[in-house]
T-cell receptor, first 116, second 114 residues
């Protein structure tokens, strides 16, 4: 079946603007994750959804970042008042989920965000 | 706080060599460890997943081992090929209340030249 998809693949915006990044997980996967990857670094965790609820949002850097998953499938990462330091690749992953889920995470191709 | 370190940061080998990539982590209370491959400008491809109760996993020319008590994992690549050139990342899945998140190392950049 189809893998994790993310749109847009590239986003260029100006400092101070608002952006939304979308993630479509693998069908049937209840767990969804957002990570951020800066150049030359490994991905860093942002937020984890189990179903519609955020089970762990400890990685969100500040209150400019917010994510939703209203129907337990598609998720949107929202960034307000973007700053140049927000420039990175934003990766989404999904896994089958469930209590005590230990399954592997499958990643999408990412959205490259550039803040000018 | 979990920290993951990968050694070496970069590795260049001739085609056909067997090689080992190393990953170490500071907190042994993990659920599992996952090895990924990342090609330039692309997302992550999962290679192998080792549960905390397992010692190793194999897939084709790849073999990953896990020594949870010492906080170490190795990825062994046999008979390397130019197509293996990529960045290899290891990630550990936390236990406790943060059991969803993966903590990544910075990666090993592998170049296999013909």
């Amino acid at each position: 079946g189809a893998g994790v998809s993310q749109t847009p693949s590239n986003k260029v915006t100006e400092k101070g603007k608002y952006v939304e990044l979308r993630c479509d997980p693998i069908s049937g996967h209840t767990a969804l994750y957002w990570y951020r990857q800066s150049l030359g670094q490994g991905p860093e965790f942002l937020i984890y959804f189990q179903g519609t609820g955020a089970a762990d949002d400890s990685g969100l850097p500040n209150d400019r970042f917010f994510a939703v998953r209203p129907e337990g499938s598609v998720s949107t990462l929202k960034i307000q008042r973007t700053e140049r330091g927000d420039s990175a690749v934003y990766l989404c992953a999904s896994s089958p989920g469930g209590a005590g889920d230990r399954n592997e995470q499958f990643f999408g191709p990412g959205t490259r965000l550039t803040v000018l | 706080k979990q920290e993951v370190t990968q050694i070496p940061a970069a590795l260049s080998v001739p085609e056909g060599e067997n090689l080992v990539l190393n990953c170490s982590f500071t907190d042994s209370a993990i659920y599992n460890l996952q090895w990924f491959r990342q090609d330039p400008g692309k997302g992550l491809t999962s290679l192998l997943l080792i549960q905390s109760s397992q010692r190793e996993q194999t897939s084709g020319r790849l073999n990953a081992s896990l020594d949870k008590s010492s906080g170490r994992s190795t990825l062994y690549i046999a008979a390397s090929q130019p197509g293996d050139s990529a960045t290899y990342l290891c990630a550990v899945r936390a236990g406790g209340t943060s059991y969803g998140k993966l903590t990544f190392g910075q990666g090993t950049i592998l170049t296999v030249h013909p």
